[in-house]
């Protein structure tokens, strides 16, 4: 491929499986890459996966890291739309930070994970030492489980979700970083 612009790959009714590079002339990066698919696995035999910048469009299927592998993206955004799911629990390691630039018109920049306001599924996440989700991660009305080796830290950010599940004895770490103002809602006692 040649240059900056906009990519888009289409995976309909198909598995989408990165055992390979996509690669840009000159260096060059696009200003936006969209991956519409059916079902992917990504992080397999100890290679390192990179995802390229820009949005993944995910629609109706399970994105999973699973095997052994590393994969890594920079500048990009997981859309989880429909009844997508992303699941970060095989023993592979994630290292996915979000776009300091907004992606597309309206975005909020920061944005690692955005997963659509009916979306309700629980995203789950395996801390290694190795892994990291750097941004937002936005689950409206989903819910996020977190697990993982001890003392790992595991997201830096803001997460805005609607439910926090945090399972075993680890000792995750999120580190906050204030992407958005977020206003907390105030309870008043009336006598």
């Known amino acids: 491929m ?6 888009q790959f289409f995976f309909i009714n198909s598995n989408y499986e990165s055992a390979a590079t996509i690669q840009f002339a000159n260096g060059a990066a696009p200003d936006q890459v969209t991956v519409y698919a059916s079902a992917s696995s990504f ?3 100890n290679q390192v996966t990179r995802l390229l910048p820009g949005v993944h469009y995910i629609d109706n299927y399970t994105l999973r890291f699973a095997g052994n592998g590393t994969v890594a993206g920079e500048n990009m955004l997981l859309y989880l739309a429909g009844n997508a799911e992303l699941d970060l629990t095989g023993t592979s390691a994630f290292r996915l930070v979000g776009s300091s630039r907004p992606l597309y018109p309206g975005m909020q920049p920061g944005l690692v994970v955005f997963q659509a306001r009916t979306n309700t599924n629980t995203l789950s996440m395996r801390g ?3 892994s990291l989700l750097q941004g937002i991660v936005y689950l409206p009305d989903g819910t996020l489980e977190l697990n993982g080796t001890p003392q790992a830290e595991l997201m830096r950010g803001q997460l805005i979700l609607s439910r926090l599940s945090n399972r075993g004895t680890a000792g995750l ?3 906050y970083q204030q992407y958005v103002d977020i206003e907390l809602p105030a309870v008043w006692l009336i006598e």
């Open 173 to 175: 770490i999120v580190t």
């Open 2 to 7: 040649d240059g900056a612009g906009s990519y």
């Open 128 to 130: 290694t030492h190795d």
């Open 43 to 45: 992080g397999q035999n």
